[in-house]
């Protein structure tokens, strides 16, 4: 009984994580959409932070809300775009809003390296229950979000640097295209890499 009732709050686990991540992702996108566009109707970046700082917040009222908890990296989201936001906001120094991206996409760097270290795959955790792979598998992709994670960060701070007012459009459509685009090529390749290692299931005749 004591299994069985592990084994079911471990499918619920993996399907909340999963869940959570989903929601977080589009609610990501839909706040960097609404960042982008306040900057470029307003030109100004205190105001555009402002926007994305109420969308943080309402973002984790949602999942907390929908949930009942939040994950770890969400906390850390939240945290980073209320602190480093609202020190842009207090002080108008945009330094502090452009640095943001960059420790978030490290802090889940840190996180999945430190994981794996501990022999405790992160993807696994998320993923394990839908998609069936062998261990390798896992390991490679974990090691290329960790190296994905840790050059998006770099990234980020190389078009911010020198953080300067002629650097704030650059940055704010990197973040909409750029960011965006290499997102997006990443998860494709990562699709289609996962496509050559998935666990066929028997047909029956």
Same mark, same amino acid.
Request: no cysteine; charged share 15%.
């Given at each position: 009984?004591?299994?069985?009732?592990?084994?079911?709050?471990?499918?619920?686990?993996?399907?909340?994580?999963?869940?959570?991540?989903?929601?977080?992702?589009?609610?990501?996108?839909?706040?960097?959409?609404?960042?982008?566009?306040?900057?470029?109707?307003?030109?100004?970046?205190?105001?555009?932070?402002?926007?994305?700082?109420?969308?943080?917040?309402?973002?984790?009222?949602?999942?907390?809300?929908?949930?009942?908890?939040?994950?770890?990296?969400?906390?850390?989201?939240?945290?980073?775009?209320?602190?480093?936001?609202?020190?842009?906001?207090?002080?108008?120094?945009?330094? @502090?809003?452009?640095?943001?991206?960059?420790? !978030? =996409?490290?802090?889940?760097?840190?996180?999945? /390296?430190?994981?794996? &270290?501990? $022999?405790?795959?992160?993807?696994?955790?998320?993923?394990?229950?839908?998609?069936?792979?062998?261990?390798?598998?896992?390991?490679?992709?974990?090691?290329?979000?960790?190296?994905?994670?840790?050059?998006?960060?770099?990234?980020?701070?190389?078009?911010?640097?020198?953080?300067?007012?002629?650097?704030?459009?650059?940055?704010?459509?990197?973040?909409? @295209?750029?960011?965006?685009?290499?997102?997006? !090529? =990443?998860?494709?390749?990562?699709?289609?890499? /996962?496509?050559?290692? &998935?666990? $066929?299931?028997?047909?029956?005749?």
């Amino acid at each position: 009984m004591e299994t069985g009732a592990k084994k079911s709050r471990g499918l619920y686990d993996g399907g909340f994580h999963l869940k959570t991540h989903r929601m977080k992702a589009a609610s990501d996108l839909i706040a960097v959409i609404l960042f982008f566009l306040t900057y470029i109707i307003t030109k100004n970046i205190v105001t555009a932070t402002s926007v994305a700082i109420a969308a943080g917040l309402v973002q984790a009222a949602f999942l907390w809300w929908k949930y009942r908890k939040l994950e770890t990296m969400q906390w850390v989201s939240l945290l980073l775009i209320v602190v480093f936001g609202g020190a842009t906001v207090l002080t108008g120094n945009r330094t @502090f809003i452009m640095w943001k991206p960059t420790l !978030l =996409f490290w802090a889940g760097a840190a996180a999945m /390296l430190i994981g794996s &270290l501990m $022999k405790k795959n992160s993807l696994r955790a998320l993923l394990g229950k839908e998609v069936d792979l062998p261990e390798h598998v896992w390991k490679r992709l974990t090691a290329a979000w960790i190296v994905f994670l840790a050059v998006m960060g770099a990234i980020n701070l190389a078009v911010a640097y020198p953080f300067t007012a002629e650097r704030e459009a650059v940055w704010n459509n990197y973040k909409f @295209f750029g960011s965006t685009a290499l997102m997006f !090529l =990443f998860f494709l390749a990562q699709g289609i890499y /996962l496509s050559r290692h &998935l666990t $066929k299931e028997p047909q029956n005749d």
